[in-house]
C-alpha cells in the first residue's frame, strides 16, 4: 500500500530527536511501515548513536537467555547479576539444597519417632552438610571447567569463597529447620553452628595443601574421631558440644581464616592437576 | 629482543614419573606447534604456559611477565586464552550461556560488552545459529568449538590450545586453520596437535617434545629437512627401515637409515610426517599426540 499524505519536516525533525510525544510518535512509525518516502526523509536526521544503542539493546533482549529461575532468584536477593551467575554454575549448590533438604526431612521424620535418640546424630552430622558441599563445590575432580577457570584473570580463591558461602548458607538455613524438629528446643538445638563454621573453615584450608575432596575426607574423619572420644572420654555423649568445646571451634575457625588467607596462593596456581 | 614466551631449563615431576625434564624453548607471534607422543610432556607444558601449573624448576616468563609473581600472574591471565585438552563444559548451559559466564570469569563485567563479545568469539567459531542450544545436544566438534569461542574472549595476546582439532572434521579444522591463522598475525599462538598436516600448514615454529625433553626447535622446513634422504620407496620392506608400509600402488614407503642401497629404491622428497616419525623413533608407531 503506498501512503496518499507525507509527515510534515516539523513533526520528523522532532520525532528523529526523540521529541515527539508518544501518540505523534505511535502515528509517525504506523505511517513509516509503509511510506518509503518518509522513511528516507527521515533516515539522515536519525540520531546514528541512539540507534546503535537501541538495536545493541533489542538485539541483546532478543538473543541472550533468560536467566534461569535459581539465577532470577538470587539477583532478587541482591546478588549482582554475574555472581549471580558464577553461582547457579555451582552443581553442589544444587546438590547440597538436595541433601540438606533430605537431611532436614529424615530428622524430622526420625525426632518424631525416636525423640531424644536423635539429637547426639544431628549434631555430630549437621556441620557435616557445608563440609561436603564445599568439597564438591570447586576442584579439578568435580568442576569440568576447573582447568578454564584457573587459567582466567578471576581470583579462584574469591570464587571458591564464594561459592563456599552459599553452600554455607544453603545448608545453615536447612540445618536450623532440621533443628526445629528435634525433641527439645534448647541450647542445643544451635549446638551444631560453631562446629559448621569451624569444620567447613578447616576443610577449605586443609584445600590450600591437597584437593577439597582430600581435605573433606579428613576433617570429616578427624570430626567424627573426636566426637566419639571426648564422649567415650567424659562419658557424656554431648561432650564435645558444650561450651569448652565451642571454644575450640571458634579457635579452629580463627585458625583456618589466618591459613587460608597466607596459603591463598595456593588455590590460584596448582603444583599438581 | 627478548620474546614473548621464553622457557629456561623447566623441570616438573609428577611423583616418580619426570613430565619435563630441563625444557627450554621461546615463542612469539605466529603459531607455535608442539609435536610428540603420548606422554611426552606437552600437556605439562602447555598448562604451564596457561599459568595453572607451576614448574618444579627452572623460569618462565609470559608476555614479559612472571606467572609465579601472584601480581603479575593475574595480568598475564588477563591477557590469556586457554583451551584445555579436555575442555569441559557445564552441559545444562546454553553455548551462550557457557562462553558468557566464562566471560565474566575473565573480569568483563559490563553486560553489554561482554554480550557483544560472546557474540563475536561465536561468530568467529561458527556457533551463532546454535548458540542457544544445551550444551548436552551438541555434537563432540560443535562443542570443540565451544571450547574455542571461550579462549578467544576478550582477543588475548596469548592463546594456548591443547589439540584443538581433535574431533573436528575436515571443514571444521580449515576453518580453525582460518580463525587461529588470523589471530596470529600479530598474537602469540602455541598448540599441540595430533595431525602433522596441521603443524605443516600452519606452523612457522614447531617443537618436538618427547620423554620430556626439546628433541627438535626450530621452522616446520628445517624439520622437514632433517628426513631428507632417509625416505625411499622400493618393491618391498627394507629390513634397515625403521618404518615402512605399502602404499596404495603396491610399492612401500621406507623411512630411517638408507644404509646399504636398496634395489629399485627411489629417493622421495620428505614431509613433516616423515621427519617426526624419524625423530621420535621406536614411539613414532603410536600416533602423535
Not at chain 2, 560472546?118 to 548458540?131: C, F, M
Amino acid at each position: 500500500m503506498t501512503a496518499t499524505w507525507h509527515v510534515d519536516d516539523a513533526s520528523i525533525e522532532r520525532y528523529a530527536a526523540g521529541a515527539a510525544n508518544d501518540a505523534v510518535a505511535a502515528s509517525i512509525e504506523a505511517h513509516l511501515v509503509n511510506c518509503g518516502e518518509c522513511r528516507a526523509a527521515i533516515a539522515h536526521r536519525a540520531d546514528h548513536d541512539r540507534l546503535e544503542a537501541i538495536w545493541t539493546e533489542t538485539v541483546d533482549t532478543l538473543d541472550v537467555p533468560r536467566p534461569r529461575v535459581a539465577e532470577r532468584l538470587l539477583r532478587r536477593l541482591g546478588v549482582q547479576p554475574h555472581t549471580a551467575r558464577l553461582l547457579v554454575a555451582t552443581r553442589s549448590l544444587r546438590l547440597s539444597w538436595l541433601v540438606s533438604i533430605g537431611f532436614a526431612l529424615a530428622f524430622g521424620v526420625t525426632a518424631a519417632s525416636h525423640g531424644e535418640h536423635t539429637m547426639v546424630p544431628f549434631l555430630m552430622l549437621a556441620p557435616l552438610l557445608p563440609v561436603a558441599g564445599v568439597a564438591v563445590a570447586y576442584g579439578p575432580s568435580v568442576d569440568p571447567t576447573y582447568e578454564v577457570t584457573l587459567a582466567t584473570p578471576l581470583s579462584n580463591s574469591r570464587l571458591l569463597l564464594t561459592r563456599s558461602a552459599a553452600v554455607l548458607a544453603t545448608t545453615l538455613v536447612l540445618g536450623g529447620v532440621a533443628a526445629l524438629t528435634l525433641p527439645s528446643l534448647d541450647w542445643t538445638a544451635a549446638a551444631w553452628i560453631l562446629p559448621s563454621l569451624g569444620l567447613t573453615a578447616a576443610s577449605l584450608a586443609a584445600g590450600t595443601l591437597t584437593s577439597p575432596t582430600r581435605a573433606a575426607g579428613a576433617v570429616t574423619a578427624v570430626w567424627l574421631a573426636a566426637v566419639f572420644a571426648t564422649g567415650r572420654e567424659l562419658d557424656d555423649r554431648l561432650a564435645a558440644f558444650h561450651s569448652a568445646g565451642q571454644v575450640v571451634y571458634v579457635a579452629i575457625l580463627a585458625l583456618s581464616v589466618i591459613v587460608v588467607l597466607r596459603r591463598r596462593d595456593a588455590l590460584e596456581i596448582r603444583s599438581e592437576l | 629482543m627478548t620474546s614473548q614466551v621464553e622457557i629456561v631449563d623447566v623441570t616438573k615431576s609428577f611423583g616418580r614419573t619426570r613430565a619435563l625434564d630441563g625444557v627450554s624453548l621461546t615463542a612469539d607471534a605466529g603459531i607455535t606447534g608442539l609435536l610428540g607422543p603420548n606422554g611426552a610432556g606437552k600437556t605439562t607444558l602447555l598448562r604451564m604456559l596457561a599459568t595453572v601449573l607451576a614448574p618444579d624448576a627452572g623460569q618462565l616468563r609470559l608476555l614479559g611477565r612472571d606467572p609465579a609473581r601472584p601480581a603479575e600472574r593475574v595480568e598475564i591471565r588477563r591477557r590469556l586464552g586457554f583451551v584445555p585438552q579436555e575442555p569441559g563444559l557445564y552441559q545444562n548451559f546454553t553455548a551462550f550461556e557457557f562462553v558468557d559466564y566464562v566471560a565474566i570469569l575473565k573480569e568483563m563485567n559490563d553486560r553489554r560488552a561482554r554480550h557483544d563479545d560472546v557474540r563475536r568469539v561465536l561468530a568467529l567459531t561458527g556457533l551463532s545459529e546454535i548458540s542457544g542450544r544445551r550444551i548436552r545436544t551438541l555434537s563432540g566438534g560443535q562443542r570443540r568449538r565451544v571450547g574455542l569461542a571461550q579462549a578467544l574472549l576478550g582477543r588475548p595476546d596469548l592463546l594456548v590450545l591443547d589439540e584443538p582439532t581433535a574431533g573436528l572434521d575436515p571443514e571444521q579444522r580449515l576453518r580453525f586453520r582460518e580463525v587461529v591463522s588470523a589471530i596470529a598475525e600479530d598474537h602469540v599462538v602455541v598448540l599441540s596437535t595430533h595431525q602433522t598436516e596441521d603443524v605443516a600448514a600452519l606452523c612457522r615454529h614447531v617443537v618436538v617434545v618427547h620423554e620430556g625433553r626439546v628433541r627438535f626447535d626450530g621452522t616446520t622446513a628445517e624439520l622437514t629437512e632433517t628426513a631428507r634422504g632417509r625416505v625411499w620407496l622400493a618393491s618391498e620392506r627394507d629390513p634397515g627401515a625403521q618404518l615402512s608400509w605399502r602404499t596404495a600402488d603396491g610399492r612401500h614407503r621406507n623411512i630411517g637409515d638408507i644404509g646399504d642401497a636398496p634395489r629399485r629404491a627411489d629417493l622421495l622428497e620428505p614431509s613433516i610426517e616423515d621427519a617426526y616419525l624419524l625423530l621420535v623413533g621406536e614411539h613414532a608407531q603410536t600416533p602423535a599426540a
